[in-house]
């Protein structure tokens, strides 16, 4: 079957995402990120060969790289620290090497919402956090926490919007 792609990770979708070429193909892209070579549709494919393969152990390395505190998390368990550790500490961290909106994106799609949470909290990102809690996890008790912390770090637009997306959640 032929497919007319414009560009290399089109090509590469087509191809080898299937399961007889997929562990190449999961080799030849964690390659590029190793390289610094690889663009958000890389990582996009990447994270598609590992839940695919429901490969936790590389997921995790890889969504964890150079960051130590979170290491060993799995689909089912919270991160060390949950989703309430707080911006200052989130941005403190380093920030991993690949485009965090992509891979949030793909980890949520997936089913993977502790991953995503993990992601949305290195990318700063509240409102992505409350989407997984709420809408996904439906945790309304991490969620509300979470909205408390946000509140006692005068986050106030991030509170008055997590307040209407929870009372809209629960309506």
Request: proline fraction near 3%; glycine fraction near 6%; hydrophobic fraction near 40%.
């Amino acid at each position: 079957m032929f497919h007319a792609c414009s560009n290399t990770a089109c090509l590469l979708r087509h191809r080898f995402l299937d399961a007889q070429r997929i562990h190449s193909l999961t080799s030849y892209l964690e390659q590029l990120h190793a390289r610094g070579l690889a663009s958000s549709d890389h990582t996009t494919l990447l994270l598609n060969c590992y839940t695919k393969l429901k490969d936790v152990e590389k997921l995790d390395s890889f969504i964890h790289r150079g960051d130590s505190s979170n290491r060993g998390s799995s689909a089912g368990s919270k991160p060390s620290g949950g989703p309430l550790r707080g911006h200052a500490q989130a941005a403190a961290a380093p920030v991993p090497s690949f485009d965090l909106e992509t891979a949030f994106k793909v980890l949520r799609s997936a089913g993977y919402y502790t991953h995503a949470l993990w992601v949305a909290e290195r990318a700063a990102e509240p409102k992505w956090q409350l989407d997984v809690l709420l809408e996904d996890m439906q945790s309304y008790e991490a969620a509300l926490a979470f909205i408390g912390e946000q509140a006692r770090s005068g986050m106030s637009c991030v509170v008055a919007t997590a307040v209407v997306s929870l009372l809209i959640t629960c309506w």
